[in-house]
C-alpha cells in the first residue's frame, strides 16, 4: 500500500495550491483521510479531515479557507488551499485509515512542502 502526494510549491500570500494524495495497492476498504502539516519548529498540527461518510472538520486557523474533499472512487483525498498566508509554510503530509487483506492501520504519504511568501 502507497500513498503518493502532490501539489505542493511556491505561491505568493493570497494564492491557492491544491494538494492531492493517492493510494494505491490491495485495499479493502478506507476509512478518515486527512492532511497534517508541520512548521519549522512547531509542533505537527491537524489541518483538515474527513469521514468515508463526507464529514469534515478543520483547525480553526485554515477554516473558511481551504476544502477537504474524497474522491473513493481514485483513493484520493485533496485539500483546496484558497488565500494562502504565510503562516500556512509547512511540510503537508496526507493519511489515511485503510483496511487490507492483513489488518487496519492508518498509512501516511510523503510530505511535500508548501511555501507562502509574503
Known amino acids: 500500500v502507497q500513498l503518493q502526494a502532490s501539489g505542493g510549491g511556491l505561491v505568493q500570500a493570497g494564492g491557492s495550491l491544491r494538494l492531492s494524495c493517492a493510494a494505491s495497492g490491495s485495499i479493502f476498504a478506507i476509512y478518515d483521510m486527512g492532511w497534517y502539516r508541520q512548521a519549522p519548529g512547531k509542533q505537527r498540527e491537524l489541518v483538515a479531515t474527513i469521514s468515508n461518510g463526507g464529514s469534515v472538520n478543520y483547525v480553526d486557523s485554515v477554516k473558511d479557507r481551504f476544502a477537504i474533499s474524497r474522491d473513493n472512487a481514485k483513493m484520493t483525498v485533496h485539500l483546496q488551499m484558497n488565500s494562502l498566508k504565510p503562516e500556512d509554510t509547512a511540510v503537508y503530509s496526507c493519511?489515511?485509515?485503510?483496511?487490507?487483506?492483513?489488518?487496519?492501520?492508518?498509512?501516511w504519504g510523503q510530505g511535500t512542502q508548501v511555501t507562502v511568501s509574503s
Open positions: 493519511y489515511m485509515v485503510m483496511r487490507t487483506a492483513w489488518s487496519q492501520n492508518v498509512y
